[in-house]
């Protein structure tokens, strides 16, 4: 199993799949609980002082790491195949294939950008939250105040109040977006359900939840950012921001 896992083009592409179903998973769990900060910010907070660095909460991050590791790895590893595997062809003057999608053909590419989108998402909030639980300390400076380890609402008002954050994570999800798009159907198909019956289907159900689940992490950047525009940032973790609007 190993060796086919490693080994065969076939496997690769499977352990993409299941990789990727799993991180799709946590994509909407994570989405539908950043919600919670839109409608309530003292729920959001209890949800994260809940998980924090608790041994569920660190368990569940160190698998998180593993299946992007993972996930990452084989897509650099299938695309330098499939590479090498065009041969001289590479050079070639080539037209757009009809009915290759764009994206399907740049999923590297898309893929970078939300690796390095994550990257940031880990320096603006995993390292002011989980990480300095795990260092002992119960909070650290932010924008020239003291926040809390668990005070995840404030973390979110201060970076959505930043036009140029703002701009970042609108570009990483929608690089989000274009990946979500094919990988979802794409997935599917790797298992052998893509069917000339089920194939626009699981392209349709592919477009469902990548929206959803884009369109669920963006409200919350575009909400805070007009909270901070209309000056609610400061009272946010009161409640009324949403209030506001």
Not at 145 to 173: E, P
Request: proline share 1%; charged share 10%.
């Amino acid at each position: 199993m190993s060796c086919f896992l490693c080994n065969s083009s076939l496997g690769k592409k499977l352990v993409m799949s299941v990789t990727g179903c799993c991180l799709v998973l946590f994509l909407l769990f994570h989405m539908s609980m950043n919600l919670v900060a839109i409608i309530n910010p003292e729920a959001y907070n209890m949800i994260c002082a809940f998980l924090g660095a608790n041994w569920y909460a660190l368990v569940g991050t160190a698998g998180l790491a593993a299946l992007v590791v993972l996930h990452f790895v084989y897509a650099l590893v299938l695309t330098v195949n499939n590479y090498r595997a065009r041969g001289t062809q590479r050079y070639a003057v080539t037209v757009n294939e009809q009915g290759v999608e764009w994206a399907s053909k740049n999923m590297l590419v898309l893929g970078v950008i939300v690796v390095v989108g994550l990257l940031l998402h880990l320096f603006n909030f995993w390292s002011k939250m989980q990480l300095v639980e795990l260092m002992g300390a119960e909070g650290s400076m932010v924008g020239g105040n003291f926040v809390s380890a668990h005070d995840g609402a404030i973390l979110i008002a201060y970076t959505f109040s930043q036009w140029y954050y703002v701009a970042l994570y609108l570009v990483w999800l929608a690089a989000l977006w274009l990946h979500l798009n094919h990988g979802i159907w794409s997935m599917f198909q790797t298992v052998g359900w893509a069917n000339d019956t089920w194939y626009p289907r699981l392209k349709c159900i592919g477009k469902i939840f990548s929206t959803v689940i884009v369109l669920g992490f963006a409200a919350v950047v575009v909400v805070y950012f007009v909270c901070s525009l209309r000056g609610y940032a400061a009272a946010v973790c009161e409640g009324a921001c949403c209030a506001g609007l």
